[in-house]
């Protein structure tokens, strides 16, 4: 099929994620990607700086992951999970709890973000109901972002994606990401919450908000109030949805927080952007509260691709790179290099403010504008023309480049961001 062709059957058929179609501009159409790059019909690259939606943080077309697909693929590309196991889920298994936290023992298997974390808010409620105690309530993090199924989206804070569904809502209450300065008025609040509601879970995104323009929180803050909930029998979920398998500098961003979750959400990187998957992982304690004669204490909840082989084959795999010198040494890298642009910008005058952590870095321009509008598209299409694929949020711009980005590549998004800044009037 040629380009224009895509572009009328785009039109004519098909509705894309996040997108006023009356407003946006036409799709750019992608032929292949390879490495770091994708590549239109034209033969134009474009470098990827959000590593596809933080999924492909080992490049495109990896042929450690092709190949561990291909291979699958020849074997045993689907079976059914329920009642059944096979090598590449064994395999993963043993991989994944090999480099999560400690206390991490269960794997529960979906198909994407948003359903990981449905089902770790899943697990929370029934493990209280099945302890016989009714706990109706979940607290979420002000602006935090968990997905868009009904569970994620009630634990979400952001009205713009969530505006028509409120009323359908299960019983949330949002507390302010705790800081040094207001950690005694967030426990004050915590505790009042204890005493008053009967709380299933408490969710949030460790250290990283992403939806909320890359917020940092504060590890030792947050451990402390992750303490206060745990101390009270309420089930710590941690959405690493977008900060697991690396990008916070540590496999993972619950590595870097004292406390410990009860429950792990992960998808995006799991794969490296090869296959759709999603991981819930418990620890035995979680677990031990479904184990028993009574059938109905189950966690009677499933997808039809749940442990797909092939998922698991790659997602293995990308477990082998993740923990490889080279990747660790590139993540390190990007690390390094961040800080020492965050250092360079942070007193330019159109900028506002800048935060990094792991491979990521985020810019706050020095400008009002609205998150969806305009102005951001005007940004967006800036970005394109000079081959850098970036999805400014709002009056944030910023980076997770994949784990294979080189110094060089690194220069060159440097040098467009400050040539960005420059023209900004």
């Not at 089930?235 to 870097?256: C, H, L, N, P």
């Not at 250092?343 to 491979?359: C, D, F, L, M, P």
Request: proline fraction near 4%; include cysteine.
């Amino acid at each position: 099929m040629i380009k224009k062709d895509i572009i009328k059957n785009d039109a004519d058929f098909i509705w894309h994620p996040l997108t006023q179609h009356k407003t946006a501009s036409e799709p750019l159409a992608i032929a292949h990607a390879k490495g770091n790059y994708l590549y239109d019909f034209d033969g134009k690259k474009y470098f990827d700086g959000i590593s596809s939606w933080y999924t492909c943080s080992y490049g495109h077309t990896n042929p450690v992951l092709t190949g561990a697909i291909k291979k699958q693929v020849d074997q045993l590309h689907h079976v059914v999970f329920a009642g059944m196991t096979h090598e590449p889920v064994a395999t993963l298994g043993e991989k994944l709890i090999g480099i999560l936290p400690d206390n991490q023992q269960k794997l529960f298997f979906s198909e994407n973000g948003s359903t990981s974390v449905e089902i770790g808010l899943k697990m929370a409620f029934q493990y209280h109901f099945n302890k016989g105690e009714k706990r109706n309530m979940v607290v979420a993090l002000e602006n935090g972002f968990h997905g868009d199924t009904f569970g994620a989206m009630s634990a979400s804070g952001l009205s713009v994606y969530n505006g028509p569904f409120e009323d359908f809502f299960i019983d949330v209450v949002r507390i302010p990401a705790p800081t040094n300065e207001n950690l005694p008025q967030v426990l004050e609040l915590v505790h009042s919450l204890l005493e008053k509601h009967e709380i299933s879970s408490f969710i949030y995104e460790p250290l990283v908000q992403g939806a909320a323009a890359m917020q940092l929180n504060d590890a030792a803050a947050l451990s402390q109030v992750i303490r206060k909930f745990q101390q009270h029998g309420v089930i710590a979920v941690a959405d690493e949805v977008m900060t697991g398998f690396g990008k916070t500098g540590t496999y993972f961003a619950s590595d870097q927080i004292e406390a410990k979750p009860d429950v792990i959400c992960l998808s995006k990187a799991l794969t490296g952007g090869i296959m759709p998957m999603a991981i819930t992982s418990c620890t035995q304690k979680v677990y031990d509260a479904f184990y028993d004669d009574n059938l109905a204490k189950g966690l009677f909840h499933g997808h039809t691709y749940s442990g797909n082989p092939l998922g698991c084959a790659v997602a293995a795999a990308a477990i082998d790179l993740l923990i490889s010198e080279g990747i660790q040494r590139g993540v390190k890298n990007i690390e390094a290099s961040n800080l020492e642009f965050k250092t360079k910008i942070e007193s330019h005058h159109n900028v506002a403010a800048v935060r990094t952590r792991g491979v990521i870095l985020a810019i706050d321009l020095a400008i009002e504008m609205e998150r969806y509008g305009n102005k951001r598209n005007e940004m967006f299409q800036w970005f394109w023309k000079r081959g850098l694929f970036l999805r400014p949020l709002g009056k944030t711009v910023y980076i997770v480049p994949p784990f294979t980005t080189t110094s060089a590549e690194l220069d060159f998004i440097y040098q467009l961001l400050e040539e960005f800044l420059d023209q900004i009037s």
